[in-house]
């Protein structure tokens, strides 16, 4: 699977998808690009750029939308994954970057529809820092597996100093924040 590293995504329909798919959100709840703006923090011009697929949204802007649709990234990023299936090889696990902070998120577990777990693997570069302000479901219970590299993330403002092998259980109620310096890391983790 190719990925077009100024899109963050596979293909430019994809990037259309996802486009049409964030709009469709907006439009669903009822808010205009004012209101999202004042909710998300962002910018009511970066919202219609992204809703129009001028640019592809950071990992920071997905969790903002995530935020206040209440719904986890997998779910802003469903049209690009394919409907549910009990396996998914790896070559078709839907792939999302983001170019902006060396980011790569890989859809690991099939499309949860209806189950409540969800594998994500991801990918941070040297010197990343990826903030997200607040949950997108809070409560949630995440599992945090490194598998190579190092990074810190921290958690409702505690530091927590992971390399590989190390996991980190964690209920998320507040902002989190992922962090590497001179490698970058792969890791996966569990939602619930």
């Known amino acids: 699977m190719r990925i077009i590293p100024d899109m963050g995504i596979t293909d430019l329909s994809e990037s259309l998808k996802l486009a ?3 709009r469709g959100l907006r439009e669903h709840h009822s ?3 004012a209101v999202l703006a004042e ?3 962002l910018s009511r011009a ?3 750029r992204i809703e129009n697929a001028e640019v592809s949204p950071t990992a920071e802007t997905l969790g903002r939308l995530a935020s206040v649709y209440a ?3 997998s779910q802003l990023l469903a049209p690009l994954e394919k409907g549910f299936q009990p396996v998914v090889k790896r070559n078709d696990q839907a792939i999302w970057s983001d170019p902006k902070h060396n980011f790569v998120r890989r859809s690991v577990s099939p ?3 209806p189950l409540s777990i969800e594998l994500v693997e991801s990918q941070l ?3 990343q820092r990826i903030a997200y302000a607040a949950p997108a ?3 949630q219970e995440h599992h945090v597996y490194v598998l190579s590299g190092q990074m810190q993330i921290t958690v409702d403002g505690t530091d927590h100093d992971l390399k590989a092998g190390d996991c980190l259980r964690y209920i998320l109620f507040g902002e989190t924040i992922f962090k590497t310096t001179e490698t970058p890391c792969t890791y996966v983790i569990a939602l619930s």
Request: hydrophobic share 35%; glycine share 20%; aromatic share 0%.
């Open 71 to 73: 719904l986890p990234i």
């Open 111 to 113: 499309s949860n529809g």
């Open 137 to 139: 479901i809070p409560g």
């Open 125 to 127: 570069g040297v010197g």
């Open 31 to 33: 808010l205009t690009l």
């Open 46 to 48: 970066s919202l219609s």
């Open 20 to 22: 049409h798919h964030l």
């Open 39 to 41: 909710r998300s923090g």
